[in-house]
Each structure stands twice: as structure tokens, then as C-alpha cells.
């Protein structure tokens, strides 16, 4: 029977079963489409690399001796268009069967069943062979529970997979060691360059502009840092686990305006694009700390296999078990609109310069940037969470909207109502003081909330309290911070809302 096979650009998966033999009646299919480049904007960091991505399979395919047709997006006979490059093939290869992976997003399940639903042949969707999890196993987890709390299904997955345990009890004695992953970093140890690949880019960005595709975000042309093949991302693995990941935990939370990496792996796009799976990478990281126990600290490797096994499996949960509501989400009815400052980085405030501008030169930010200063600043300023949603789904390597979504409307705007977050992450401009060496830098100053020269986190902080304590009364993690708002004297909250006002009528003057 003859088969067609489509692979989407986020299944880089060389492992899957699917390629472990050849079959001359096997048609693999992979297609650089305008559908996937303009349903948001992209940052021209994440086309290049997807395409390079996608191209580099697709050599490793023909390598290993399968049959593949492959579009690129300049290609004058690429229909641009999931439904049409199927229906396509099928009839010019007399295909018998469709199958696929399933996909990660919602968008693509429902086009890819809408297409199976009318094709004339056979066709069958199998698992993408990539997460510990299947989709529903997180709603199955806590069927029955109020709250879905990722601590909780992170033991489950440690027991389950046996990671970091002995027996039944987790080594150390400890399931979690966050209280020791938070320190600031005050240059004590030095921190190795990220690893760049320098890859020359010329050619393809040359396509995406022949192709009109619209994008934002800077690259350097002759030196594209992130890995496009599997090999390039076992480098990044094992550069991680040799430089990095003896101070990975300390530091997690750490932002620094002359180390835009410091210890994260930027193994992100990697996993996502699934050129690396998250259990070769965690097996990689604790065998590695297993040989050397001497130098890394057991607080280093549990906060990493977090991340993954726990965070990176719970959000893809949540996204399953919420879908398709879920992108409808606005709990706060929060409506205003980003700033311009989000696709310059000119703004005065250097800990969101830094943030921005470092993810539009890097298509990178890591987690605390994107949480507690990008993130705070909107939901601070009360921006449409769709705004956000699409702006974080555009500018970073990563975004996939499987995990962009819960991530930023959900953990980080709030918009979900708590189900992933107990309390809203938000901050005045101390937290970024005592994480960070920003605020020394700052035309703004931290510890003042209103005059012209007031860090704008401040006022808009107890603003955004005042705003929302309605909503917040009932909220227990919330009463600390709501009884400080209410010891404010009424005449000094007024010269704050004051601010803060002003602040969000014209955020591209601050
Ligand atoms: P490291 O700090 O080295 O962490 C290791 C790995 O852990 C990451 O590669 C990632 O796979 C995983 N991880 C860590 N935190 C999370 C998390 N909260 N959710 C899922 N996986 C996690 N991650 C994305 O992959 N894509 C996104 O679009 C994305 N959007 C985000 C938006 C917001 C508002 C926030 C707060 C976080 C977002 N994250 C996203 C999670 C996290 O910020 C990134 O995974 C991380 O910064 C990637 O850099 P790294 O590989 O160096 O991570
Ligand atoms: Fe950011 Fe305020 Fe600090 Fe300036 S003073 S860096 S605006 S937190």
C-alpha cells in the first residue's frame, strides 16, 4: 500500500519509530508553507531556524534512504497550504493511505482532522514519540481536583520514571530544592560563552524575503548562533552539561545586563523542534552529574530535570485538558494595547531595554525575563492578553503555541483565572532589584513610587492591586500584599493611581 507520511516542522523527530526502516511505498512529506510563517509574526530568527531545521531532516531522511518530497517555500509549485500540499500529493504519488504525527497545536489537530475528513483514502494519526506524557495524561492525573498543582505531578513524574529516586524516596532526601535557586549573580563565577554555531544564513533569509514573508527581530547574517541539525543540538547538550550546569540552579532565577544566557541551556528550540527528546536530555544531564558528583551539587541537576519533567510536561498537559477556551481566557478584562517600545527596545526603563532588546537581537530571553519583567510590565499595565500572547508567540526561538500559551496568558498574565498560577506573578521594582543589577543602571529610580523620576513598577503595582482587589479579596496567597495596599494613605494611593495612570496612557514616554 502506498503511504504518505507528513511531518510538520516541529517533528524533527529522527528517532521516531517511523524511520527505522526504509520502504520504497513510503512517501515522506515536509513543506516550508505561508500558512505556518504568517499566522503570527515571526522574529526571522525562528523561520530561519525552523527552515534550517526542517531542511537539514529532510537531508538526514535522503541520507538514511527514505523517500521525501520537500517544498521550499520559494519553490513555484508549493501550494502554501497544509490542505492543498496533501490533497496534492496524494493524487500525484497515488496515495493510499495518510498518516501523521499528531500535532502539538490545536490549530493544526483541527485543519489536520478537517483534512482527514475529506480525503477519499485511509488516514491515521500516531504520537509524536516525543514527551513522557500523552495529552491527556495530566487531566487524568487530577481528575477530581480543584487545583492542579505542578509540584504534585512533578513527584508523580519523578516516581513514575524513576528520575532522581531511590526507591520510593528522592535522592537528597528533598523532592525540590527551589528555596537554593535564588541567588543573584554578581559576576563570582564566571559564565562561558553561549555555544554559537556562526552558521552563514545569507542564502535563506534571501528566500524569506523573495517569499514577502513579513518578520521582525534582528540577525547577525554570518553568524547564526542556534543549532539547526541533531548534531549541532547533542553539541549544545553536551556544552550544557560540561560549562554550564554546575551553576545552573543557583542562578535560574538571576538576570544580569551583561549576560543575557548566564547558566540556562538555550535548549529550548532543540527540544521543541524535537531534534532532541526531553528524556535523552535529562538522562544526558543525571548521568553526567552522576560522574561527577565532585563538582555539581544534587540542587543544580533537580532544578534542570524540573524544568523538563515537570514544568515542560505540565504545561503541554494544562494546554490539552484547556483547549480551545483557554485562548479565549481574560479574567482580569484587561484591553489596553503594547507599547511600541516592544518592537524597538527604546525605552528608559532598563530592565525591559534589556529584556527587549535582547529578544529581538537573540529571538532569546530566559525564564525570570520573561516572567517578571516582561510579563509583570503588561500585566501591570493591563494589556489584551491576545496582544501578549501574540507578541511572545512571534519573538522567541521557543514559541510554539502549545507552550507559549499557558506560559504567558496563563502563568504569567493570569488571565486563566489560576489555573496554572495560585496568585499573580507581579512585582513593584524591588523584586527586579534583588535579582538583578538593572536598577543601578536605571534612569528611573527603584525605591521611589511617584515624582518623575519613579520606577514606574512601583506606582503601577499598587495600582494594579487597587484595581483588581475585588477580584482578589477571596484569594488567600493574596491577603499579605492587599492588607499592605490597604495600610497606604489614601491621599499617597491617589498620587500613585495617579502615576500609574499616566504611566499606561503614554508607555512609549517612560
Ligand atoms: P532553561 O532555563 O535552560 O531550562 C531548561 C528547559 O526547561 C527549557 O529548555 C524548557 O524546555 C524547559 N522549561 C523551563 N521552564 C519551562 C516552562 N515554564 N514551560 C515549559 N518548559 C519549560 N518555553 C518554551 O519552550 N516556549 C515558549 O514559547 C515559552 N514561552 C514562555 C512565556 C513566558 C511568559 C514564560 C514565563 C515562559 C515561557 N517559556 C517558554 C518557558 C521558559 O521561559 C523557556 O522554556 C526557557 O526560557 C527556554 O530557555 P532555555 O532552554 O535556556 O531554558
Ligand atoms: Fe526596572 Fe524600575 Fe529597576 Fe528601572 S528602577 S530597572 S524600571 S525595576
Request: one cysteine or more; aromatic letters at 12%; charged letters at 25%.
Amino acid at each position: 500500500m502506498k503511504k504518505l507520511r507528513l511531518i510538520l516542522g516541529d517533528q524533527l523527530n529522527i528517532q521516531h519509530s517511523w524511520f527505522q526502516k526504509t520502504d520504497e511505498n513510503t512517501l515522506y512529506l515536509i513543506a516550508e508553507m505561508q500558512q505556518e510563517t504568517n499566522y503570527v509574526k515571526h522574529h526571522i530568527q525562528k523561520i530561519v531556524a525552523f527552515f534550517m531545521a526542517m531542511r537539514n531532516f529532510h537531508l538526514s531522511l535522503k541520507k538514511a534512504g527514505h523517500q521525501v518530497v520537500y517544498f521550499e517555500i520559494t519553490d513555484t509549485n508549493n501550494p502554501q497550504n497544509l490542505e492543498k500540499i496533501i490533497t496534492d500529493c496524494i493524487e500525484n504519488y497515488k496515495i493510499e493511505k495518510f498518516e501523521y504525527q499528531l500535532p502539538d497545536e490545536y490549530r493544526l489537530d483541527k485543519q489536520l482532522k478537517s483534512i482527514c475528513s475529506q480525503i477519499k483514502i485511509e488516514s491515521e494519526g500516531v504520537d509524536s514519540e516525543h514527551f513522557y506524557t500523552k495529552r491527556e495524561e495530566l487531566s487524568t492525573f487530577f481528575e477530581g481536583k480543584k487545583l492542579l498543582l505542578m509540584e504534585n505531578f512533578y513527584r508523580n513524574m519523578r516516581k513514575k520514571h524513576h528520575i532522581l529516586m531511590d526507591g520510593s524516596t528522592p535522592i537528597g532526601n528533598q523532592w525540590n530544592f527551589d528555596a537554593d535557586n535564588r541567588k543573584k549573580y554578581k559576576g563570582e563565577v564566571p559564565v562561558p560563552a553561549e555555544k554559537n554555531f556562526h552558521t552563514n544564513v545569507a542564502k535563506i533569509i534571501a528566500q524569506i524575503k523573495s517569499a514577502n514573508i513579513v518578520t521582525f527581530g534582528n540577525i547577525d547574517v554570518e553568524n547564526f548562533s542556534w543549532p539547526s541539525s541533531r548534531e549541532q543540538c547533542l553539541e549544545v547538550l553536551d556544552y550544557f552539561c560540561r560549562n554550564l550546569l554546575r551553576h545552573f540552579g543557583d542562578y535560574e532565577d538571576a538576570m544580569h545586563t551583561d549576560e543575557k544566557f548566564l547558566f540556562h541551556s538555550r535548549l529550548s528550540f532543540a527540544m521543541n523542534s524535537k531534534m532532541l527528546s526531553p528524556k535523552e536530555v535529562i538522562d544526558t544531564v543525571v548521568s553526567y552529574y552522576n560522574a561527577h558528583k565532585e563538582t555539581i551539587t544534587l540542587s543544580q541537576v533537580e532544578g534542570f530535570v524540573r524544568q523538563i519533567l515537570g514544568w515542560r510536561e505540565y504545561i503541554r498537559g494544562i494546554y490539552w485538558k484547556e483547549m480551545p477556551d483557554y485562548a479565549q481566557m481574560n479574567v482580569l478584562n484587561n484591553t489596553n494595547k503594547l507599547p511600541d517600545f516592544f518592537w524597538t527596545g527604546n525605552t528608559k526603563m532598563n530592565c525591559m531595554k534589556h529584556a527587549i532588546q535582547q529578544s529581538l537581537d537573540e529571538a532569546y530571553a530566559h525564564h525570570i525575563q520573561r516572567l517578571m519583567v516582561i510579563g509583570n510590565f503588561t500585566l501591570l499595565t493591563q494589556i489584551h492578553p491576545d496582544e501578549v500572547d501574540n507578541w511572545y508567540l512571534g519573538v522567541y526561538i521557543d514559541a510554539i503555541e502549545w507552550v507559549e500559551m499557558p506560559n504567558t496568558r496563563g502563568m504569567s498574565q493570569y488571565a486563566d483565572g489560576g489555573i496554572i498560577a495560585t496568585k499573580p506573578y507581579v512585582s513593584s521594582g524591588s523584586y527586579i532589584n534583588k535579582m538583578s543589577n538593572n536598577c543601578a543602571k536605571c534612569f528611573y529610580n527603584v525605591k521611589e513610587k511617584f515624582g518623575d523620576k519613579a520606577c514606574p513598577f512601583n506606582s503601577l503595582y499598587w495600582n494594579f492591586l487597587d484595581e483588581k482587589k475585588e477580584y482578589f479579596q477571596k484569594n488567600q496567597r493574596m491577603g499579605m500584599m492587599l492588607n499592605l495596599l490597604n495600610k497606604i494613605k489614601p491621599e499617597d494611593l491617589c498620587q500613585i493611581k495617579l502615576k500609574a495612570n499616566s504611566i499606561i496612557q503614554n508607555m512609549d514616554d517612560y
